[in-house]
């Protein structure tokens, strides 16, 4: 099973509100990511959380606020973004270390639209 | 700071035909990771197919199939006997060997499959 779950799949939000983006895997794998991707572009990454701790932050914006509760869960908080912050966000795992073929490969869940208006 | 490049923004092949995707990279290391990612439209990003720098067989997967030039950086797919269904965005992505958490995507090509 190679399945990385988000929800919800579309969010409309204002630039006031505050929302959540909810992320989950059940392969045990101990990376985990956060990318923002616009329409006919590459994902960008935004976060990467190694065994639950943040490794990587790509400068992004404090409105965005990643949190990572357990080995499986990825949560990122939004706070007043602004319009050109809409996008689809992908979450994405991966095995820490080489586990067989699938060892370091990068695995995608469907993403939520994001529109912030 | 690794670099990958896709020169092909867009391509078309017709159904049952043969294409190629471009792909190259550049890195100073010797150990990694390459792989080929497809994204439909509104659909979510696949892993196409996989290839570890340090073995020198082409990685192949049904229909899909890499030319992986080490000493060039070259990295391209073929896909074989195309269908409706490979129409799609097409990423190139690298990763680093044990040491590296991050993938590096190239700026992906529009494959158009014509019937």
């Known amino acids: 099973d190679t399945e990385v779950t988000q929800t919800p799949k579309h969010l409309v939000m204002g630039m006031t509100n505050k929302k959540s983006l909810k992320c989950e895997q059940h392969?045990?794998?101990?990376?985990m990511y956060w990318y923002k991707q616009k329409a006919k572009k590459p994902p960008e990454l935004m976060f990467v959380?190694?065994?639950?701790?943040?490794?990587i932050n790509e400068s992004v914006p404090s409105r965005f606020s990643p949190e990572c509760p357990n080995s499986s869960l990825l949560n990122l908080h939004l706070h007043a973004l602004q319009p050109e912050d809409s996008a689809l966000y992908l979450c994405?795992?991966?095995?820490?270390?080489?586990?067989?073929?699938?060892?370091?490969?990068?695995?995608f869940g469907p993403g939520t639209r994001l529109l912030v208006l | 700071a690794q670099t990958v490049t896709q020169s092909q923004p867009e391509m078309s092949v017709q159904e049952a035909e043969t294409v190629t995707l471009s792909c190259t990279y550049d890195?100073?290391?010797?150990?990694?990771?390459l792989f080929w990612y497809k994204q439909p439209p509104s659909r979510q990003m696949i892993l196409v197919i996989r290839q570890e720098a340090y073995k020198q067989q082409n990685a192949t997967e049904n229909r899909f199939s890499v030319n992986f030039q080490k000493a060039a950086k070259s990295f391209s797919l073929k896909i074989s006997d195309s269908q409706l269904g490979d129409a799609a965005m097409y990423f190139c992505?690298?990763?680093?060997?044990?040491?590296?958490?991050?993938?590096?995507f190239g700026t992906g090509t529009s494959l158009t499959v014509i019937p």
């Open positions: 392969m045990g794998h101990r990376a």
């Open positions: 992505a690298y990763r680093r060997g044990n040491t590296g958490n991050q993938f590096y």
């Open positions: 994405a795992s991966s095995p820490r270390r080489s586990t067989g073929l699938s060892g370091e490969t990068q695995y």
């Open positions: 890195t100073s290391e010797s150990d990694y990771y």
């Open positions: 959380y190694s065994y639950e701790k943040l490794s």
